[in-house]
Structure formats: C-alpha cells, structure tokens
C-alpha cells in the first residue's frame, strides 16, 4: 500500500472511534505503516514523535524488542484459551505479580479486555457485593465532575462529559456527581491542598445523605485524563479512603491511564499522604481502594487487557455453593496469553530498568527544557504530574485543537489537544534529544496559535 492509497481505502471501509468522518473530507486521515521507539512513520518515511503515548498506552516505546520477543514465544506456546473452567502460566503469573505491586490487600485479579470494560465489572462488583451481604438498596454511583470511566452505556453513567452525556444519557442510569478536586478551580489565594480538602467536604455531606443507596464511589487518582488532564491534590484520595470508610460506601479507583508508573509511583493511590494522626504501623503510605482499574498500558501499548483488583473481603461475598451469588461477568478473551505475556514483560522492563527513578530523572529535565513554555504570556496553568505535562493556550482561534493537531504534524509532532488544553505523555523511553525537540517545537505552535 502507498499513503494515498491507505487513505482512500481507509474512509470508504473503515469507521473511525470518536470521529465525525465528514470532517475527513478536509482533515487527512494520517497514515501510519510501521512505528519505532517514540517514533510512528508513514509509507513515504514522514516521521511523527508520538507524544501522546497512542491515546496513553504505550510505555516502552513502539515495536519494543523484549515485549516483542515474549509475545513472539508466547505465540509458539499457546495463543488462547478460555478462562473459564481453564487456566494458564501467563493469567496467573501476572495476577501474581500485579498483587505484590499494587496496594497491600489487592489480592484477586478479575481479567477483561479494556478499560470500559474494567469499569463495568467493578460497578457490578461493587453493587453485587452489597446484595450478597443483604444492601440490595445500595446500587447507585458516584464520581467527580468532569469524570472519564469509559464510554459503553454502565461506563458513561460514571462518566461526566458533556459531549458524550448529551448524546447517549438518556440510554443510561442518572449517578450523581460531586465536585472536582481540580485545582485550577481554587478560589484565588485558595492552595490546591485546601481547596481538595473543601471537595473532600462537599464529598462527605454527599455520602451522609445518600450511603444507605450508594454502592461506590468511582475517581481517577490524581489526574483527570479526559477532563483535560485535570491535576488535583493527593490529600483528596485520603480523606475519600477515610468518608467511603466511615459511610460503608466503596472506592474505586480507575488508574486505567494514571496506573502503571504514569503518575510517578506505579499506582498513583501510592500518593496519599499519611492518615492524620500517624497510626503506628509502618503502612502509612498511599491507600487501597476497594477496586483497582488497570488496562492501558497494562501490556504496554500492544494488546487489549484490563484488570480489576480488588480485596479478599469482596471476593469472600461471591465465595459460596450457589451460582447466583457469584460473579456472573465474562469476556470471550477474558485473560488472553497474549496480552498477559506483553504485561509480564512491561513489568520485567520496569523491575529491570528502574524505570521510576528514570522518568523521576527525565521529568525533572523537560520541566527545566519547559521554562520558555511555562513563562510564554499566551501559556496558563501549566502543570505536570509524573510523566504528564499539560497547559491551556489562550488562542483568539477558533478550532484551536484542530489547528495545533494540524500544525504539529507538520513538525513531527503527534499532539492531540483537548480543547484549548495541550498535553504531553510521552512513552517512557523519550531521550533528552527528543524532549527537547517535542519543547522547542510546541514552543513554535504555541507562538503561532497564541
Ligand atoms: C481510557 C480510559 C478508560 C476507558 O478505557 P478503554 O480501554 O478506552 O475502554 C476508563 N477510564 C479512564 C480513566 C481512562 O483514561
């Protein structure tokens, strides 16, 4: 195939996820035949920076030689199996290892194949769990404004975003909403710690009136992925642990995009600080949400997998002779050998690598690179956690997000704004070289776009 040729082909037979295709008739389809490190080329050798991570999946970089080679033996050994009355060395030594990284107490793995899928079963979960142990009335959710949980029908009635609510919200159930740590909404002279810790108030006078019917509460750790990379205080996770606690109410915590390093620890619930006072013992650290939501880049970016942990309490309620009263819930690829081989060898690529003190390393360099960034009069908020960088860009135009997309092709760029706010979350393996590349030529777009 030749890049003219892909794009026709592509639009006359493929429909592409979140796209109205008429804009297709002007906008070009990129075409993308084979991808290297950060790097995704065209037929023609055209080279873009993925600094967009492929939607937030890829971690180590595209065509990476060990996870390569582990899914390349994992093909000779065995491609799939059900896991139903079934069971195979990569499902569970992945469950295994995901238990000794997460929070203490995540004991039990239950496999699906995305990140919305991973969503639904923990709802089911949580409010299966309430009708086992006699709460039938506690079935309804809760999450942040401006909250992302996925987009199938049980996912969107946890997930607040307008565009998505207005087109398909009469499909699913109401779930209400309390408000967004999101510091960027603090009053002025407001800290982003005080201002996490009045949600955290409007939180607990929710939980107070609506226990007796709730289930869970559903929350992205530290950073709002589609909100526009929405940052807020790690305070909030612990006075959440304490209120959900307090008031019988789950905790489900969604690290689908903010799991597996991206925040700077492997799972961003690590960073709650320590309950007030200091209990004696030495688990102070971080929290364990009742569920745990991974997927993304579970498997690095190569194949489709998610996971949801959560506590041998839970998973002591469905333990019982009858069939209803377990976790009625599968995936035809539920666990597939695959994927688990690509995690096992993320996690290898982790345990080996010291990635963590690695990006601690590359995130300190691009925040000094940034500086031209962060002080350009057209620049506000400019923010990082981890290995994600965001900003808004005040543009007198129209269509910013299309333009910027548009103008950081052309510099090699893959940046995919969401509205007026630009982000960067790179793969882990970006060099010095590339970050300053990635800086100095987001600088141009921006003095261009401001
Ligand atoms: C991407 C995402 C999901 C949904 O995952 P899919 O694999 O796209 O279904 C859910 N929650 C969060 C926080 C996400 O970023």
New binding site residues.
């Given amino acids: 195939m030749s890049n003219a040729d892909l794009l026709t082909r592509s639009l006359a037979a493929v429909w592409h996820p979140c796209t109205q295709m008429k804009r297709h008739e002007t906008l070009p389809l990129v075409p993308i035949q084979r991808g290297q490190g950060v790097w995704l080329y065209d037929f023609d050798g055209r080279r873009y920076l993925d600094a967009v991570s492929s939607w ?1 999946v890829n971690l180590f970089g595209h065509c990476n030689p060990h996870i390569n080679a582990a899914i390349t033996d994992q093909l000779g050994k065995l491609e799939h199996v059900m896991l139903a009355g079934f069971t195979h060395e990569p499902a569970v030594r992945l469950a295994e290892r995901l238990a000794q990284l997460a929070p203490p107490g995540l004991g039990h793995c239950f496999y699906a194949s ?4 991973a ?1 639904e079963i923990a709802l089911k979960m949580s409010a299966h769990y309430w009708r086992n142990n006699g709460k039938p009335q506690k079935m309804n959710f809760i999450s942040l404004q401006n909250s ?4 199938t029908l049980g ?1 969107l009635s946890v997930t607040d975003v307008a565009l998505f609510k207005d087109a398909y919200g009469g499909l699913t159930r109401h779930n209400a909403t309390v408000p967004s740590p999101d510091w960027r909404h603090a009053a002025a002279g407001e800290s982003a710690q005080d201002y996490a810790l009045r949600c955290a108030e409007a939180l607990e006078r929710h939980l107070q009136q609506h226990h007796a019917s709730l289930a869970a509460f559903i929350v ?1 750790p530290l950073v709002q ?2 909100a526009g990379m929405a940052m807020y205080h790690p305070v909030y996770l612990r006075r959440a642990r304490e209120l959900c606690d307090q008031y019988g109410v789950h905790l489900i915590a ?1 690290e ?3 799991g597996m390093g991206r925040t700077g620890t492997m799972f961003a619930c690590e960073q709650a600080p320590p309950p007030q006072p200091l209990p004696q013992s030495e688990r102070g650290y971080g929290i364990t949400p009742d569920f745990l ?1 991974i ?2 880049g579970i498997s690095g970016g190569y194949l ?1 997998l ?1 996971v949801v942990m959560t506590t041998d309490e839970i998973y002591r309620a469905f333990y019982a002779d009858e069939t209803a009263r377990g976790f009625l819930h599968s995936h035809s690829y539920t666990g597939n050998p695959l994927a688990c081989r690509a995690a096992l060898a993320t996690l290898d690529i982790f345990g080996q690598d010291n990635i963590l003190a690695a990006n601690r390393s590359k995130a300190a360099y691009l925040n000094r690179i940034a500086a031209p960034l962060r002080k350009h009069p057209g620049v506000r908020n400019f923010r990082n956690t981890g290995m994600i960088w965001a900003f808004e860009v005040e543009s007198p135009h129209a269509g910013f997000a299309q333009r910027c997309f548009t103008l950081a092709l052309e510099q090699e760029l893959l940046l995919r704004p969401m509205g007026n706010t630009v982000y960067f979350m790179p793969p882990y393996v970006i060099s010095e070289a590339e970050m300053d590349m990635l800086v100095e030529r987001t600088l141009h777009i921006v003095e261009a776009l401001a």
């Fill in positions: 937030w995305d990140g919305a899928s969503t992302y949980h996925g987009e996912a992205e992925g589609a969604d689908i995009a903010v939501l997927s993304k489709p998610s």
